[in-house]
């Protein structure tokens, strides 16, 4: 059975930084898409940030290009988005996700992904 749990949510002023978390378990990091999504406040749930193209590229939503970066740790199956320049309208729910599959595109589309976790909230005041 595959789990993804996230961690590292809090709450953080303006200009501050955050590092979130997403273990798993049962589930092996390989050429499969990984990426973090989000859910602001009345919004859609959104992606922020993907591996793919077998983890060699990486993709960023414009809004956090510059300021958020993916990563991971092969060996503790650890996926990580570090958070940096923190702004009010970052506040949100984020999950992370992980697909079945390889994919050199449609990151972004959350049907892709097979496995979520419970997501972790961010709240960022000004």
């Known amino acids: 059975q595959v789990q993804l749990v996230e961690s590292g949510g809090g709450s953080v002023q303006a200009g501050g930084s955050l590092t979130l978390s997403c273990a798993t378990s049962?589930?092996?990091?390989?050429?499969?898409?990984v990426g973090w999504f989000r859910q602001r406040p009345g919004k859609e749930r959104e992606g922020v940030a993907a591996?793919?193209?077998?983890?060699?590229?990486?993709a960023y939503v414009d809004s956090v290009k510059g300021r958020f970066t993916i990563s991971q740790d092969n060996a503790k199956n650890i996926l990580y988005l570090q958070m940096s320049s923190l702004k009010p309208e970052d506040t949100a729910v984020y999950y992370c996700?992980?697909?079945?599959?390889?994919?050199?595109?449609?990151?972004?589309?959350?049907?892709?992904?097979?496995?979520w976790g419970q997501g972790t909230q961010v709240t960022v005041s000004s």
């Open positions: 049962g589930y092996t990091f390989s050429e499969n898409c």
């Open positions: 996700a992980a697909s079945r599959k390889y994919c050199s595109g449609g990151y972004w589309d959350s049907d892709l992904y097979k496995y």
């Open positions: 591996f793919y193209n077998g983890r060699r590229s990486v």
